[in-house]
């Protein structure tokens, strides 16, 4: 790609001046199309990242909030199967007290209960 200084060197060397400046002038266009693509993939590049930026927060949200969750689903299971073993405890109670109740001398005696 010319620079405007070879230009006027070449110009000096006896190229004849239109084409000269035909070809000074595509130079120049391709200078500021090269600067204006390269302005424009920065600025892409730049929104690219950002936006991975952003996916890896939300994917992290994502992660916690579902790790939150299942730790409060596990919680609710654990207090449910406390709750069934309280039940599960009194129904062996209040059976063998029944039982007892049925097996005393005088045939029914349920004071107990």
Not at 60 to 77: I, R, T, V
Request: with cysteine; aromatic share 8%.
């Amino acid at each position: 790609m010319l620079e405007l200084e070879n230009c006027w060197l070449l110009l000096c060397h006896g190229w004849p001046s239109k084409l000269l400046m035909g070809i000074c002038k595509i130079s120049v266009f391709d200078n500021r199309l090269l600067c204006w693509l390269q302005i424009t993939l920065t600025q892409s590049q730049d929104k690219s990242l950002r936006r991975i930026a952003e996916l890896k927060e939300q994917t992290q949200l994502d992660y916690q909030a579902k790790k939150d969750l299942e730790n409060n689903y596990q919680l609710m299971l654990d207090e449910k199967d406390e709750v069934i073993q309280v039940l599960r405890t009194q129904v062996c109670i209040i059976t063998r007290l029944v039982q007892e109740c049925f097996r005393t001398e005088s045939g029914f005696n349920c004071d107990l209960i």
